[in-house]
Nanobody, 126 residues
Framework: QVQLVESGGGSEQAGGSLRLSCAAS???????MGWFRQASGKERELVAA????????NYGDSVKGRFTISRDDGKNTVYLQMNSLIPEDTAVYYC????????????????????WGQGTQVTVSS
């Protein structure tokens, strides 16, 4: 099973930027990957997903136009660039890898997850 480790979380002021990284212990080249978040008292929600070859992405409505997901398969790493942060972005962010080879970004949206990371806290102050 692939192990995922997130990094790059922290505290930022509204309007600022953060870049999250998710490093995988094994090869994730053939798998879709994604980022989810869970705010205190709320359900986990999809932030962004990318298909197995990086050719297709999808985003949660609340982050469209502000966040960008990308992947570097040579480094077995997926990134989440977060710009124009708002306090509502405050949450624990989790990385996920899909459970099927040649997975689409929508497979992540539909919960076809193979492994989860442990999460990294992002706090945005106004």
């Amino acid at each position: 099973q692939v192990q995922l480790v997130e990094s790059g979380g922290g505290s930022e002021q509204a309007g600022g930027s953060l870049r999250l990284s998710c490093a995988a212990s094994g090869r994730t080249r053939l798998y879709a990957m994604g980022w989810f978040r869970q705010a205190s008292g709320k359900e986990r929600e999809l932030v962004a997903a990318i298909n197995w070859n990086g050719g297709s992405t999808n985003y949660g409505d609340s982050v469209k136009g502000r966040f960008t997901i990308s992947r570097d398969d040579g480094k077995n790493t997926v990134y989440l660039q977060m710009n124009s942060l708002i306090p509502e972005d405050t949450a624990v962010y989790y990385c996920a890898v899909g459970s099927q080879t040649y997975g689409s970004s929508w497979s992540i949206s539909r919960g076809r997850i193979g492994s989860w990371g442990q999460g990294t806290q992002v706090t945005v102050s106004s």
